[in-house]
């Protein structure tokens, strides 16, 4: 995905490793509870 997403466009799927090597899945997370994501760039790099 290349562009942002409009404020209230449901997030696409998508899966992931955390960095204590557990894998989660959005959608599965999404049926479960409610999602927050958040995206800190400056976690565990050098800038």
Same mark, same amino acid.
């Given at each position: 995905?290349?562009?942002? +997403? /409009?404020?209230?466009? *449901?997030? /696409?799927?998508?899966?992931? $490793?955390?960095?204590?090597?557990?894998?989660?899945?959005?959608?599965? +997370?999404?049926?479960?509870?409610?999602?927050?994501? +958040?995206?800190? *760039?400056? $976690? $565990?790099?050098?800038?």
């Amino acid at each position: 995905m290349t562009a942002l +997403l /409009p404020a209230g466009t *449901p997030a /696409p799927e998508f899966s992931a $490793n955390a960095s204590d090597g557990r894998h989660y899945e959005l959608g599965r +997370l999404l049926q479960q509870s409610r999602v927050l994501l +958040l995206f800190y *760039p400056g $976690n $565990n790099t050098p800038g």
